[in-house]
């Protein structure tokens, strides 16, 4: 027998490696009771918990950031805003100080006119150069100008005293009107509290009215009631009072005998008489004597059936019973014979076994005559 080397597949046998190594960690890994915990996985529970405090640390420095950029924002507004109003004030500061020094009402032209002061400033420019429409005082317009003022004064003070005093009788008239105004809101009112205590009056006695007829029909139906009891009690007393003097409850079979002709017996009527004669009475004696001496003899009857069903319930018994005995006797006798046939051809099977010992099958007409011995034997 030679020996024959074949081919290794190493893949299979990194395969069967791995197999084995994974197997051995999970086996590690299951039968570890330090880190086998039934129905819940540790490490994954901390993965999460760990995956959501991170998570939850991201999105508050991500609300921090967003409120700091806010701020930041804020600030900015607010610093533009500032720096607009600034630049604003001063913008203002500059056009007004230009107005105050560029463009002053003293430096106008018409400057006495606006003013009021007339000569007050000079006139820089020759009148030789100014034409007609330079012209500031013109031939004739200073003449009367006290008196012309001292109208103008007196129209004035006219004009406020008027406005006055039709703005005074404007007030009177508008205090006027309120107080009618109020008057005619008072008399409304008064005029509407009236109505209202009328309303309340004609409620007032219209509840009275329908209190009073409400309890007129309660009396009336408590009246009617208690004459309906009263009624109820009389009907009742008297029906009574007939049961108790009736012919059945006075127990009178005379009364409740009725002739029905024809030969026939009376008829008693059952709503005045329940009783029974004695005639009734003693045919339902004897009727119940006789009930119960036939139901004796039944009773009788029955036992003697019983006793006699029991003997022959005993006598198949009986019977049953020896006929058990010797069908177990004639199947012992079976057996014994079986037992004996069996003994006997064991003997001969063992017979048989020593002579071919003796004779190892080399004298054929002995071996058939051994056979024929048996085999009358059996």
């Known amino acids: 027998m030679y020996k024959v ?12 490696e791995r197999r084995r190594s994974a197997e051995t960690a999970r086996k590690a890994r299951v039968f570890n009771t330090r880190l ?7 490490d994954a529970l901390n993965q999460q918990v760990q995956e959501k405090k991170h998570k939850q640390n991201m999105e508050g420095q991500r609300d921090k950031a967003f409120d700091k950029l806010r701020n930041l924002h804020d600030e900015m507004l607010l610093q533009q805003d500032i720096d607009e109003k600034e630049k604003r004030a001063a913008l203002h500061t500059d056009l007004a100080q230009y107005w105050a020094t560029h463009q002053r009402v003293e430096d106008s032209r018409d400057a006495d006119l606006k ?23 013109f031939q004739g317009e200073g003449i009367g100008e006290e008196q012309r003022k ?12 008027a406005q006055t005093e039709d703005k005074a009788r404007r007030h009177i008239g508008n205090k006027h009107r309120e107080m009618l105004v109020s008057r005619e809101l008072m008399y409304q009112d008064l005029k509407g509290v009236q109505q209202a205590t009328l309303e309340e009056e004609c409620k007032k006695a219209a509840r009275i009215a329908l209190d009073n007829y409400n309890q007129a029909l309660a009396a009336q139906r408590a009246e009617k009631l208690k004459e309906q009891q009263r009624r109820e009690e009389r009907e ?25 002709g024809g030969g026939k017996p009376p008829r008693v009527l059952t709503d005045r008489w329940k009783g029974m004669s004695p005639e009734q009475l003693s045919a339902i004696h004897g009727e119940r004597e006789a009930q119960c001496l036939e139901r004796q003899r039944q009773r009788a009857s029955e036992k003697i059936q019983d ?34 046939h069996n003994l006997q051809l064991a ?4 017979a048989y076994q020593e002579y071919l010992n003796k004779k190892l099958y080399t004298n054929k007409p002995t071996r058939d005559y051994f056979y024929q011995f048996s085999t009358n034997s059996r």
């Open 5 to 16: 080397d074949l081919p290794i597949d190493h893949s299979i046998e990194k395969a069967v």
């Open 36 to 42: 086998r915990v039934m129905g819940l996985d540790v």
């Open 150 to 161: 001292r109208e103008q004064v007196k129209k004035t003070e006219r004009d406020l005293r």
């Open 307 to 340: 006793a006699a069903w029991d003997l022959q319930l005993l006598k198949l018994s009986r019977e049953s019973e020896e006929e058990e005995k010797r069908a177990a006797e004639l199947r012992r006798q079976k057996r014994i014979q079986m037992d004996q």
């Open 115 to 137: 003013c009021g002061l007339k000569g007050a400033f000079m006139i820089t420019i020759p009148e030789g150069e100014l034409g007609p429409a330079s012209m500031q005082i």
């Open 347 to 350: 003997r001969d099977q063992q």
């Open 236 to 260: 009742n007393l008297a029906e009574m009072w007939h049961t108790l003097a009736s012919d059945m409850m006075t127990e009178c079979a005379e009364a409740a005998e009725r002739e029905v």
